[in-house]
């Protein structure tokens, strides 16, 4: 026999479901609910017409109009950000680097050949301060000697030599630099070669420093 005082399913559910406990977690209808929006299944079109009457590649194809340009600022900002940092970032290598030399001091003096083995107008190679660091002495006449890298500042290409035309001749760009200054004076380059410091003492020839190529 039911007890009258235990509550059946029926007034349960009345209760459970009743206007008052409407919106609770668990107890409201799955009608009451209209599904969300998917943002994947938005699309404006780019004339803003209704979908319906769009061609039937674009109904088959939606392009979401605003989201395809968030997307679009969103990656010029990712790149212009990484590109910032690039930027920064070489330039803090550019003050390292500076500030790296500053503290080793001048390059050191070394012994790189002879007066008495180059004649006048003629050239030695040699290897300064590193050893992949190539350079060429010229000596002008009895007196005075000039020595620059051998690297060309438009794409490094080794120049060579032509005392008989005051000039340093690049070949793969036809790039020219004045013998006495090291200046570019015709083909692309724009700035003059890394002058190597020179001092003689007796009759040996010593590089003691490079003096970079100014714009």
């Known amino acids: 026999m039911n007890d009258p005082r235990k509550p059946t399913r029926a007034s349960i559910d009345a209760r459970v479901n009743s206007p008052a406990r409407e919106g609770l977690t668990g107890t409201a209808p799955a009608s009451v609910y209209t599904p969300a929006a998917d943002r994947e299944q938005i699309t404006t079109p780019p004339d803003f017409s209704p979908i319906d009457v769009q061609p039937a590649w674009r109904r088959d194809f939606p392009v979401d109009w605003p989201e395809d340009r968030y997307v679009e600022r969103r990656e010029f900002t990712k790149f212009m950000v990484l590109t910032s940092f690039a930027l920064f970032a070489g330039q803090m290598w550019i003050a390292a680097k500076s ?53 060309c500042t438009h794409l490094s290409c080794p120049v060579i030599p032509r005392p008989e035309r005051g000039v340093l001749h690049c070949p793969c760009h036809d790039g020219v630099f004045d013998l006495r200054s090291g200046r570019a004076i015709a083909g692309p380059p724009s700035r003059p070669l890394p002058r190597i410091l020179l001092d003689v003492r007796r009759r040996d020839i010593y590089a003691t420093g490079v003096e970079p190529g100014a714009a």
Do not use: H, K, N
């Open 99 to 151: 500030w790296w030399q500053g503290r080793q001091g001048a390059a050191p003096g070394m012994r790189i050949g002879s007066l008495d083995d180059i004649p006048v107008g003629g050239t030695l190679v040699f290897r300064y301060p590193e050893a992949d660091d190539v350079c060429v002495l010229v000596r002008l006449d009895e007196r005075q000697l000039v020595a620059y890298s051998q690297e």
